[in-house]
């Protein structure tokens, strides 16, 4: 048997193994609350469809509707971001304008909130209750 020469760079083996009281039971990973939920799924949204947007504006091509700016994709985010960290619930769609805008969507029952922002950089806010208009806003 061919035993290896001692190296100062490696310590040598433990002869015994210590004892602990180690947890084994308890999960490796912390559960998401519904507030973590919230900030991931809005954090999905910026890093994987506004930012998405960005990159590849061509992608608005053939569905027959001018792309967001750069600009107001970052004013997009940045509205998001606001949200986020306010405790708004994420939307359940986010869709670009014909018109180079950007609207954010949140559906609860027969109510829906709208974030709609607009290719000059103004934002309002539409709260619907079916598909009636109850309340606008400019921001």
Not at 6 to 32: G, I, Y
Not at 55 to 74: K, L, N, Y
Not at 83 to 89: E, H, M, Q, Y
Request: hydrophobic share 35%; charged share 30%; glycine share 6%.
């Amino acid at each position: 048997m061919q035993v290896a020469k001692a190296n100062p760079f490696v310590s040598p083996s433990l002869l015994e193994a210590v004892q602990t009281d180690v947890d084994t039971q308890s999960p490796m990973t912390r559960e998401q609350g519904p507030e973590d939920r919230s900030r991931a799924s809005w954090q999905n949204l910026i890093d994987h469809k506004l930012i998405e947007w960005g990159r590849d504006p061509g992608q608005f091509d053939d569905e027959g509707v001018e792309a967001p700016t750069r600009e107001t994709i970052r004013l997009a985010i940045v509205w998001a971001q606001a949200l986020r960290d306010a405790g708004f619930a994420p939307p359940d769609n986010v869709v670009p304008d014909p018109n180079g805008g950007i609207v954010f969507e949140r559906r609860e029952k027969e109510v829906s909130e709208v974030f709609h922002i607009w290719d000059d950089g103004s934002v309002d806010s539409c709260y619907f209750r079916g598909t009636r208009l109850v309340e606008r806003r400019t921001l």
